[in-house]
């Protein structure tokens, strides 16, 4: 058993910039100006070539080339001179902006602007000082005049421990995801948390003392309670476990196999949008 992914950065990006743009849905030129020109159809069917070309500030010539493509790729129809995108065309038209929507989606949440945000004063602040952000244990932490890759303006005094507003943020918080332990137990078709070694699931759990414990399914909140020794509920546990991970927090995880797809499939998805990579490591009971 080894922890997967980069141990020595949080910030591991696999592909090149050219590579992970290479498939980017905004970069097939082509693909999307077949789309615009299925939609200037679907909009009115009896639309002129003239008018697409001008409402795609392309050239006559070029709709007339890409029109006679798309009807030879059944992206399009032709009846009584007008032409109607197919069901396929309208298919491959939904999926399309679906996914660019998720793209899109993606990016304003990465390049939001965020000019406030709370954290705890991890000293005394006075209103107007400087201070620096920090990460630590899942929390952000303000100290005045700390040095960090994050800093801003307290907007109000706060004494250690309470919660300080601040503003004029600049630059970015210098965060270490936190590490992830999955431990897979057998379905409840297959005996369930009875059929696990709890011996095992404790020793593992113990040596790496996470700051959150979380059961993906109610086989795996049995198992915890043996291990552990307390109760757990199953509520959002892939979501609140990324959240914890995102923030530093180091993370066990447990579940039967769907829940452990379900937490691995987050990880690519982090992974694939941000470029950031969890390190994780998985065994079964």
Known sequence: MRFRGSSSSSRSYQKSEGESLKEHPLRDLKKNTELLILIEFSKAPSVRFKEVAEALNITIQAVSQYVGAMKRE??????????????????????????????????????????????????????????????????????PDEKSSSKGVALEAASEGDDVLVGELEGIVDLELGKLLILEVPSEFDGGSKRADVNRAKEEIDSMSPGM??????????????????????????????????????????????????????????????????VWKSFRL
Request: hydrophobic fraction near 40%; include cysteine; charge should be neutral.
């Open 74 to 143: 059944g992206l399009l129809r032709e009846r009584s001179g007008s032409y109607r995108p197919t069901r396929k065309g309208m298919q491959i038209l939904q999926e399309h902006y679906s996914e660019l929507k998720t793209v899109v989606d993606s990016t304003l949440r990465r390049i939001s602007v965020i000019d406030k945000c709370v954290a705890i004063a991890g000293e005394d602040i006075k209103k107007g000082d400087s201070v620096g952000l920090l990460m630590e244990d899942g929390m952000l932490l303000a100290y």
């Open 213 to 278: 414990v979380a059961a993906g399914d109610t086989v795996g909140a049995a198992l915890l309670m043996k291990a552990v020794g307390e109760m757990f509920t199953v509520h959002a546990p892939v979501e609140s476990s990324m959240s914890a991970l995102s923030k530093g927090v180091d993370v066990v995880f447990c579940g039967t196999k769907d829940s452990v797809d379900s937490i691995q499939t987050a990880i690519s998805g982090l992974r694939k949008d941000t470029g950031y990579q969890i």
